[in-house]
């Protein structure tokens, strides 16, 4: 798995966490819901660190949060 589906598997699972929807998640964290839903697309690859800091705010959590889980520890390197 790339780093933009693990972002995007990571988002799900914190919505259906809080029991969120992502058009909700969109729209209290003041982004477009197609910017949330173009993110959940696997053919889209673009995804900014404003905008995953943005969906942070608006899941009340913080980016170190975020990216505190082991598959984000456990990334291979991207550089080769």
């Keep these: 798995m790339d780093l933009k589906d693990m972002i995007a ?3 799900a699972e914190l919505c259906t966490k809080k029991n969120i929807k992502l058009n909700e998640l969109a729209n209290v ?3 477009t819901p ?3 839903y173009s993110m959940m697309d696997k053919s889209r ?3 900014s660190i404003r ?3 943005k969906l942070c705010d608006g899941l ?4 170190g949060e975020f990216f505190s889980t082991d598959e ?3 990334l291979e390197q991207e550089i080769r």
């Excluded at 009340?60 to 980016?63: D, F, V």
């Design 9 to 11: 598997k990571r988002f």
């Design 29 to 31: 964290s003041g982004v």
């Design 34 to 36: 197609s910017t949330v």
């Design 45 to 47: 690859r673009d995804i």
């Design 51 to 53: 905008t995953i800091k």
């Design 60 to 63: 009340e959590i913080t980016l």
């Design 72 to 74: 984000f520890d456990h």
